[in-house]
C-alpha cells in the first residue's frame, strides 16, 4: 500500500537528487512555522536563495492522471508559501545574498512505474 504521505516523501527525496544534480546545495527540507511549511530550502548556482514546494503525482501512465502536480498548487497554499519564505528570509537574513536575492519555484513531479517527469517553474509568486 501507498500512502499519499508516502508519495509526498519520495517526491522531495527525487526533487532533492535533482536540485543536487542541477547544482543547487540543500540547506534545510521540511521547514515548518505554526502556519506552513516549505519541502526544500536550496541555494542556486548562482547564490539565489530559493524555496521549493514540491508537487508529486503518481500514477500507471502519464497521460491519463486525473490530477496534475501542478493543479495541487492552490491560491491558499501559495500565501502560505509566501509567509512562511518571509519569515524565514527575516530570521536568517545572513542566508540571503543581497544582489541575488530570493524566489519561489515549484517542482512538479509524475512519478510511473518506468520513469519520473520532473517540471521546474522558476519564480512562480
Given at each position: 500500500m501507498n500512502?499519499?504521505?508516502e508519495t509526498g516523501k519520495l517526491g522531495e527525496d527525487m526533487a532533492t537528487g535533482y536540485l543536487i544534480r542541477k547544482g543547487y546545495k540543500i540547506?534545510?527540507?521540511?521547514?515548518?512555522?505554526?502556519?506552513g511549511e516549505i519541502d526544500i530550502i536550496a541555494k542556486s548556482p548562482d547564490e539565489t536563495l530559493v524555496f521549493f514546494e514540491v508537487k508529486t503525482s503518481k500514477g500507471d501512465n502519464v497521460d491519463k492522471l486525473l490530477v496534475n502536480p501542478e493543479d495541487q498548487m492552490t491560491k491558499a497554499k501559495m500565501i502560505k508559501l509566501k509567509r512562511?519564505?518571509?519569515?524565514?528570509?527575516?530570521?536568517?537574513?545572513?542566508?540571503?545574498?543581497?544582489?541575488?536575492?530570493?524566489?519561489?519555484?515549484?517542482?512538479?513531479?509524475?512519478?510511473?512505474?518506468?520513469?519520473?517527469?520532473?517540471?521546474?517553474?522558476?519564480?512562480?509568486?
Open positions: 500512502t499519499r504521505s540547506i534545510e527540507r521540511n521547514h515548518r512555522e505554526k502556519w512562511t519564505a518571509a519569515l524565514y528570509v527575516v530570521q536568517l537574513d545572513e542566508e540571503v545574498n543581497q544582489e541575488v536575492g530570493w524566489r519561489i519555484d515549484l517542482l512538479a513531479l509524475t512519478i510511473t512505474p518506468k520513469d519520473c517527469v520532473i517540471k521546474h517553474y522558476q519564480n512562480i509568486s
